[in-house]
């Protein structure tokens, strides 16, 4: 697991969605993201060739290849569920000072 800063997840999501890699980045709830990481992200599902952003509802039972983490305001279950997502990458999206 690491850590990745908010403002880095653009760049990030572009080279991984350049690899082909299926990204998605979970949140407890869609208001809890800041508008810059949802300007890239379809909401709700999974499609090819996209980054998804989906709630800890939606993940579960679903495998990804990079998996991004928004977890303010998640509890230790949700965490749980959010971090055993990933096929091979786990970031935690770090900083929640970003203006929405």
């Known amino acids: 697991m690491q850590r990745i ?3 880095e997840v653009e760049t990030f999501c ?7 890699n299926r990204i998605v980045i979970i949140a407890n709830t869609f208001s809890s993201i800041p508008l810059s990481i949802k300007s890239i992200c379809i909401q709700g599902e999974v499609q090819e060739s996209k980054v998804s952003l989906m709630t800890i509802t939606e993940v579960k039972g679903l495998e ?8 303010q305001g998640m509890n230790e279950t949700e965490k749980y569920i959010a971090y055993t997502r990933c096929l091979s990458e786990l970031y935690i999206i770090d ?3 970003i203006a929405f």
Request: no cysteine.
């Open 5 to 7: 800063k908010a403002d």
């Open 14 to 20: 572009k080279f991984h969605w350049l690899l082909k």
């Open 64 to 71: 990804f290849d990079v998996v991004l983490v928004y977890d």
């Open 95 to 97: 900083d929640a000072r």
